[in-house]
């Protein structure tokens, strides 16, 4: 006797939970040939709004713990990828090998990142040379809530996009490419699995012309990513909205992320703070 | 009913058998009541409606053994101007060493003062400190006194000694209303909080309050709506009007607005005024501040751009 498979109820991802989009709609999601995968949850605007307050509240103890820490758990989300890699290669779509490239680059694009957790402040901070008798350090600090419009690649470009955001200490609320959300949805099963605490990460599967805007008006978010913003009129109604609270904005950018990435994505969502410490001479 | 309601404080037994003799709860009926008109989908000019109407009823509130003069008085001008052109709230509630301050504070603002008194939150003393307590807040010039009831001995079944307390506490009041806390956390069961409604409203009590706030948990749906069932009966019975004020875990404006639902629902319109209806509260202002920012900017609005208290 044949057995009727489980298949996948793909959510969205807020606070660490996997719930349904509150306005219970959802979407069909199908391959590159047309072919039916899943129906995806299509996000509303109240759902973009929980997200921001699960991230605001994970803010604190994220960007809190050390980025020695940091480090370890987005190394912890490469190792958990990486023990996946059948199943991203297979939700990926396009050829197998290519599929398979694209995730070994995205494990890879982790561990780069991870790498960078206890090193920036380092490179982008600086000891300043003040005439006065002071120590004076700059020193650069997560900006807080950010919400990212994610790319269409739908896993390298995704992490590309993610880890640079969080490795600095910031939480977001991601927007997943509307065509390809599947493994968006796996990937956040493996950032449930991972350590990471729940609201640093928030992932929502919808349309970027309905949550965007709201995203980029809301004045509880710090940072815009419109990497993945194809409409050129939408970017610039969400730039337009952004300016309001002075959020920090990465403009729409067509990247080749098997490129080197550069330090370019996590500066764009640091500030920097400066202290004068009198020497005592 | 009513000729019988004269002297059922006669004695221990007759209060007794008149408490006992109110008609139970039904517990799933209640919870099943509450959750359904929380569904209650209240949006754009009705919303824009509620959320004033329930700024307006806020008793905004801090009871903190860190409390401050400075702090009341901060509380104190955001209670005036919420800010936004929002409406004034209803009433400040403080304990009641800082309660001269408030009154200097508010003075002609058209803001009320509430106390806490009798020992709160736990309310364990003797009935003189309860009365002096209250006497004190009183002359100091609180309009409004919030006191606790003596769970021990209610749920001992000693109802005459709550009673008394109640009405002890109320002659010291004067002139001031009285707020009496049931702190329904404490009594377990909704038969018993419709019990304590009654025995504060037969004692003299002009509002009956769900809780301390300090006590876990506080004003639930269910248990506001057998309050609000009671004071509805007790004014159909007597003629004599008492308010409600939930307070303790109200922190949200949807929390807020499936209050007023509430009272819409159950006793009707005539308690949907700040004069018979209080919210008690200190973070949910703001909740509703930015809900009402929102309404009119279009935008989600954030914490960074309200005060803190």
């Given at each position: 006797m044949s057995r009727l498979s489980v298949r996948k109820t793909y959510k969205l991802y807020i606070g660490g939970a996997f719930p349904r989009?509150?306005?219970?709609?959802?979407?069909?999601?199908?391959?590159?040939?047309?072919?039916?995968?899943?129906?995806?949850?299509?996000?509303?605007?109240?759902?973009a709004r929980d997200a921001v307050v699960a991230a605001r509240k994970a803010f604190p103890g994220w960007s809190g713990a050390t980025a020695y820490n940091r480090g370890q758990i987005l190394y912890r989300v490469a190792e958990m990828l990486e023990g996946r890699r059948a199943q991203f290669a297979e939700e990926h779509g396009g050829g197998k090998r290519t599929a398979l490239e694209s995730v070994d680059a995205a494990v890879d694009r982790l561990v780069w990142y991870a790498g960078w957790s206890d090193k920036i402040t380092s490179v982008h901070g600086a000891a300043n040379a003040v005439a006065g008798p002071y120590f004076n350090l700059s020193a650069p600090e997560p900006t807080g809530v950010v919400?990212?419009?994610?790319?269409?690649?739908?896993?390298?470009?995704?992490?590309?996009?993610?880890?640079?955001?969080?490795?600095?200490?910031?939480?977001?609320?991601?927007?997943?490419?509307?065509?390809?959300?599947?493994?968006?949805?796996?990937?956040?099963?493996?950032?449930?699995?991972?350590?990471?605490?729940?609201?640093v990460v928030n992932l929502l599967t919808g349309k970027q012309a309905e949550l965007a805007p709201w995203l980029a008006a809301h004045m509880d978010v710090n940072g815009l990513d419109l990497t993945g913003v194809t409409d050129a009129d939408l970017a610039l109604r969400c730039e337009q909205e952004a300016a309001e609270n002075l959020k920090r904005v990465l403009r729409p950018v067509q990247e080749d992320w098997t490129a080197d990435p550069g330090i370019g994505r996590m500066t764009r969502f640091l500030e920097t703070k400066t202290v004068w410490h009198p020497k005592g001479v | 009913m009513t000729t019988s309601l004269a002297d059922v404080a006669a004695s221990g037994a007759t209060l007794r058998a008149f408490l006992h003799g109110l008609p139970g709860v039904d517990r799933v009926g209640a919870d099943q009541r509450a959750a359904t008109l929380g569904t209650r989908s209240i949006k754009t000019s009705a919303k824009a409606t509620a959320i004033d109407l329930a700024i307006s009823m806020v008793d905004l509130t801090t009871l903190e053994g860190a409390d401050t003069a400075g702090k009341v008085r901060a509380m104190c001008t955001k209670a005036v101007r919420p800010g936004g052109g929002a409406p004034k709230v209803a009433a400040v509630c403080v304990y009641p060493?800082?309660?001269?301050?408030?009154?200097?504070?508010?003075?002609?603002?058209?803001?009320?003062?509430?106390?806490?008194?009798?020992?709160?939150?736990?309310?364990?003393?003797?009935?003189?400190?309860?009365?002096?307590?209250?006497?004190?807040?009183?002359?100091?010039?609180?309009?409004?006194?919030?006191?606790?009831?003596?769970?021990?001995?209610?749920?001992?079944?000693?109802?005459?000694?709550?009673?008394?307390?109640?009405?002890?506490?109320?002659?010291?009041?004067?002139?001031?209303?009285?707020?009496?806390?049931?702190?329904?956390?404490?009594?377990?069961?909704?038969?018993?909080?419709?019990?304590?409604?009654?025995?504060?409203?037969?004692?003299?009590?002009?509002?009956?309050?769900?809780?301390?706030?300090?006590?876990?948990?506080?004003?639930?749906?269910?248990?506001?709506?057998?309050?609000?069932?009671?004071?509805?009966?007790?004014r159909d019975a007597t003629g004599r009007q008492v308010g409600v004020k939930p307070a303790g875990?109200?922190?949200?404006?949807?929390?807020?607005?499936?209050?007023l639902v509430l009272v819409n629902e159950t006793a009707g319109d005539d308690w949907l005024t700040p004069e018979w209806f209080r919210l008690g509260a200190s973070s949910l202002l703001n909740d509703l501040l930015m809900q009402r920012q929102k309404l009119t900017t279009g935008r989600y609005a954030g914490p960074d751009y309200f005060t803190l208290d």
């Open positions: 989009s509150e306005s219970g709609r959802s979407y069909p999601v199908t391959s590159a040939k047309g072919d039916f995968l899943a129906n995806a949850s299509l996000a509303s605007r109240k759902d919400a990212v419009v994610a790319p269409a690649d739908p896993l390298l470009g995704l992490v590309s996009v993610v880890a640079p955001v969080i490795v600095t200490g910031n939480t977001c609320v991601v927007v997943a490419s509307e065509p390809s959300p599947l493994a968006a949805i796996t990937l956040a099963e493996v950032l449930a699995t991972s350590d990471l605490p729940g609201g | 060493d800082l309660v001269a301050v408030a009154v200097e504070a508010l003075r002609g603002s058209g803001v009320r003062v509430a106390s806490v008194a009798t020992a709160f939150p736990s309310g364990r003393t003797s009935l003189e400190v309860k009365v002096t307590d209250t006497a004190l807040a009183v002359a100091a010039g609180a309009d409004e006194i919030d006191m606790v009831i003596d769970r021990g001995a209610f749920l001992s079944g000693d109802y005459l000694k709550v009673y008394e307390e109640i009405v002890a506490v109320k002659a010291a009041c004067g002139q001031a209303h009285l707020k009496v806390i049931l702190e329904t956390g404490e009594l377990s069961t909704y038969d018993n909080v419709r019990r304590a409604s009654w025995l504060a409203m037969l004692a003299g009590a002009d509002f009956i309050k769900t809780s301390t706030g300090k006590v876990s948990p506080a004003a639930t749906l269910p248990v506001t709506l057998v309050m609000l069932e009671a004071v509805r009966d007790f875990g109200i922190r949200t404006t949807k929390d807020a607005i499936k209050h």
